[in-house]
């Protein structure tokens, strides 16, 4: 019997595949394939807005009204799922959140009337896709790593430019050689493809399965469920007002979507339209964009591991100020090597400054940095929202979109100097930074 104890000693082996092969891979995995099956609504409503006004002979306003509703919701709906998240658990908020959104976008397909587009393409998709936002991916990053954190979040924002890329040429030419209805019924098929895989695969807690999160020296147990998510919500947002850091963070993305969504993917193409270029030809340039945009994405979380975060924020804004300041001189009938350089680096630049916000709200709000990122990109959408609707008032009133440029520049170099503004040291618990 003495000897059976250390003959034992090899049982010890498991852990060490656990430690090289960590569930929370295979969590992140998941993750990364779930925010891709919800991101293929993103890329349907700018290909179904000319056959529904054909169709329906629904204005393009009215058209775009329920696309508002839907970014809208998407933006709002995000800090309240994460504190869903901390209530009923990650797996079945997403389950529940990728249902919905296979149901709005397979009920289009029967409807008549403009108010039902509201509620399928408004209401329903945009709560299913806000739960479904980036403070989905900031749940599952700071329960599951303490190391990687940078990166982990730098893959999982990319996971919904992958969306995009994997699923536009599907759905441009379904909507162009069978109508809109099978598109739509793809996005809803997709979405519940992804529902058995979410429900078998994906843990809310390293807890349940009995390992550490990544990288840390100690087991955490499992927090209890916490009740009172919407109240939670608000609360969290009523102290994350009173800081500083706060405003500071919502403001530079504010920014971020403003110079984005906002601006480039709602005015590039018009603008080299204007230019003479081909709509075709515009199209596939922004294209080009979401493919850099995804390893931009992934670089930048790598880099948010081993740089300060604000340092990089002002770079990232810094040089996105730049390239916008820039771009009137580049637009032009054809394609050249200096617009091109503009594509890739604007690409490259996209959501880069995703992973360095997530890490600064983690740094300064700490449990509850899920939520307050999700208010943060509640911030993000409204820019995006505002400038999409400005840029067309400055078209419409000045016949050129180059004052929008300018401006916007000017505001990515705000955007900078706000980074740099931001406190390092972390404030005391219970207080405001």
């Known amino acids: 019997m003495t000897q059976t104890s250390p003959a034992a000693a090899p049982v010890q082996a498991p852990p060490a595949r656990h430690r090289r092969v960590h569930r929370a891979w295979s969590v992140a995995a998941v993750t990364f394939v779930t925010i891709i099956g919800a991101a293929a609504f ?38 309240f799922a994460a504190a869903l998240m901390d209530r009923f658990g990650i797996r079945r908020v997403v389950a529940v959140a990728l249902t919905v959104i296979a149901l709005g976008s397979g009920l289009t397909v029967w409807m008549t009337a403009a108010w039902q587009l509201w509620l399928c393409w408004g209401l329903l998709v945009g709560l299913g896709t806000g739960s479904m936002a980036l403070a989905f991916a900031a749940t599952v990053t700071n329960r599951w790593f303490t190391e990687r954190r940078g990166l982990v979040s730098g893959i999982l924002t990319a ?20 109508g809109w209805r099978p598109a739509a019924v793809t996005v809803a098929l997709a979405a519940l ?8 695969l994906l843990r809310d807690h390293p807890a349940d399965v009995g390992q550490k999160p990544y990288g840390a020296r100690e087991f955490v147990p499992k927090p209890p469920p916490v009740t009172g998510a919407a109240r939670r919500t608000v609360n969290v947002l009523s102290a994350s007002v009173r800081s500083g850091t706060f405003w500071l ?6 920014i971020c979507g403003a110079s984005t969504n906002g601006l480039v993917q709602t005015h590039f193409v018009p603008a080299e339209h204007d230019h003479g ?7 596939s340039l922004l294209a080009v964009i979401g493919v850099f945009d995804v390893a931009g994405t992934i670089a930048s979380g790598w880099f948010t591991d081993r740089f300060e975060p604000r340092r ?22 054809a394609v050249h090597p200096p617009m091109l350089f503009f594509i890739v680096f604007y690409g490259l630049d996209w959501v880069a400054t995703v992973p360095p916000t997530l890490a600064l709200c983690r740094e300064r709000f700490g449990e509850d940095s899920a ?38 520049g000017t505001l990515c170099a705000a955007a900078a100097l706000m980074a740099l503004v931001i406190r390092r040291a972390p404030a005391p618990a219970g207080l405001p930074a």
């Open 42 to 79: 993103r890329s349907l409503p700018g290909l179904l807005i000319d056959p529904l006004h054909a169709e329906f002979g629904w204005s393009r306003g009215t058209i775009g009204a329920a696309v508002s509703l839907n970014l809208a919701l998407y933006g709002l709906t995000a800090p």
């Open 159 to 178: 996971a919904s430019a992958s969306g995009q890329l994997i699923f536009l040429p599907v759905l441009s030419w379904l909507a162009e050689h069978h």
């Open 193 to 200: 493809a992804v529902v058995p895989l979410v429900w078998v």
């Open 249 to 254: 963070l919502a403001g530079t993305f504010a």
């Open 277 to 283: 270029m081909p709509v075709t030809t515009a199209a």
């Open 312 to 333: 990089l924020l002002a770079v990232y804004y810094a040089l996105r100020g730049i390239s916008l300041v820039f771009l009137p001189m580049l637009l032009g009938p």
């Open 371 to 408: 939520i307050v990122f999700g208010w943060v990109l509640a911030s993000h959408q409204v820019g995006a929202a505002l400038v999409a609707y400005l840029g067309g008032v400055v078209r419409d009133v000045f016949g050129s979109y180059d004052l929008v440029w300018y401006a916007s």
